[in-house]
């Protein structure tokens, strides 16, 4: 099992549609929780982070983190052509301070 | 502020030969990181330092990596030799250690071993 699981995709939305990306970990022990966005041949960009079970909104992006399940969500509105990139989630397992991160999901947004 | 800074942002050698890597952090920050990126191994951390102390290097591949950082705004990822298979991006990526990690990655650089 993988440390940190993600679908590879592609997601295919429409625009301004809600895209939905999920995240599942395996070390129940993990503290924080990330999403970058990576846009073909350049970093990975940090998007958000959450800490704490529930939902965390920033502009037109949501964060959703269950412990109990073991897994993190990223939820896009209004999904625009210039989402269409590659999300990874990373998680902040315990007693390891850097990030290991899941393989990614790549997004795509159709005008 | 100017962000992670790398160099160089391309570099294609040969086989056997010696590559060094270059990082930047940002200012301030007391936490790097050195991550490869393949399409077959994904996001990868190979060494990471926190004022400026290797803590975990247990991501490094084998003898011929090695990592130092001397001083709080340098850092480099040597390569010697190189091979064909260590052919990926490499990111440096920095961050506050007070901020539970939040890492900010510089442009990575390509690196191609013929």
């Known amino acids: 099992q993988k440390e940190v699981e993600q679908n590879s995709g592609p997601l295919s939305v429409p625009e301004g549609a809600i895209a939905s990306l999920n995240c599942t970990y395996s070390?129940?022990?993990?503290?924080?929780f990330f999403w970058y966005r990576q846009y073909s041949g350049k970093s990975p960009e940090l998007i958000m982070f959450?800490?704490?079970?529930g939902d965390k909104e920033d502009g037109r992006f949501t964060a959703q983190l269950n412990k109990a399940s073991q897994y993190v969500s990223l939820l896009i509105r209004d999904s625009q052509p210039s989402d269409s990139a590659t999300y990874l989630c990373?998680?902040?397992?315990?007693?390891?301070?850097?990030?290991?991160f899941g393989s990614g999901t790549r997004l795509q947004v159709q005008p | 502020d100017a962000g992670v800074i790398q160099s160089p942002r391309h570099e294609v050698t040969e086989m056997g030969q010696e590559v060094t890597l270059r990082c930047k952090p940002i200012?301030?920050?007391?936490?790097l990181f050195w991550y490869r990126q393949t399409m077959m191994r994904g996001l990868e951390l190979l060494i990471y330092?926190?004022?400026?102390?290797?803590?975990?290097d247990s991501g490094m591949p084998e003898d011929r990596f090695s990592a130092k950082m001397p001083n709080a705004s340098f850092s480099t990822l040597k390569i010697q030799p190189s091979e064909p298979r260590d052919s990926a991006v490499y990111f440096c990526?920095?961050?506050?250690?007070?901020?539970?990690?939040?890492?900010?990655f510089g442009p990575g650089t390509r690196l191609l071993v013929l």
């Open positions: 990526a920095s961050g506050l250690q007070a901020t539970q990690e939040t890492q900010y």
């Open positions: 070390d129940r022990g993990s503290q924080s």
């Open positions: 959450i800490y704490s079970n």
């Open positions: 990373a998680v902040n397992r315990a007693g390891r301070r850097a990030l290991t």
């Open positions: 200012s301030g920050h007391n936490s």
């Open positions: 330092f926190n004022n400026n102390v290797p803590i975990d």
